[in-house]
Structure formats: structure tokens, C-alpha cells
């Protein structure tokens, strides 16, 4: 007779092995997926005064005299002193 303590059971060690490989899979997915942009994936869009704006696209501040850009989702703004008008300027 032969021991059985030495001899693996072929179906637990496929089916470890098939485990281990998804779980492996899933977290090189959900790292991959998380940290790098793919061509293929849209950058972030910005909201600004009601308006969206996507990434690299420039448009007026609501003061009239500075611009902004949007970048990946977030705003970068020009920081300009405006001159302030007066209602009798606009007359």
C-alpha cells in the first residue's frame, strides 16, 4: 500500500493555482486601472460658473479681465488686478 500523506490532490492544487491567479488579476486590474490614464480614457472635466470645460480648454473668469484653463479637473486662473467700472463708465 502506499501513503497517501506524500500525494497532492491534483484538484486542490488546480484550484489554488486558478485562485491564486485571479486574485493576482484582480489587483494588477484595479492598480492598473486606478493610477495610469489610458489613451483611450477622457481627462476630467472642470465646472466653472455653471459652464463644463474640458482638459486644456481656456475661458474668461467671471471678473471680466482674467483667464483660466482647465487642467485634468482642475482650474488654474490668471490673478490680474481688474479695473473696476462704474456704473457711469458703462452709460
Given at each position: 500500500m502506499e ?39 477622457e481627462e ?48
Open positions: 501513503k497517501n500523506e506524500n500525494k497532492l490532490n491534483p484538484f486542490l492544487l488546480g484550484l489554488s493555482i486558478t485562485l491564486g491567479t485571479i486574485v493576482v488579476g484582480l489587483i494588477s486590474y484595479i492598480f492598473f486601472t486606478s493610477n495610469i490614464k489610458l489613451p483611450w480614457q476630467d472635466r472642470c465646472e466653472y460658473a455653471g459652464w463644463a470645460y474640458a482638459h486644456g480648454e481656456t475661458f474668461d473668469s467671471t471678473d471680466g479681465c482674467n483667464v483660466c484653463v482647465c487642467n485634468d479637473g482642475a482650474i488654474a486662473c490668471t490673478e490680474m488686478a481688474c479695473e473696476s467700472q462704474s456704473p457711469e463708465d458703462l452709460n
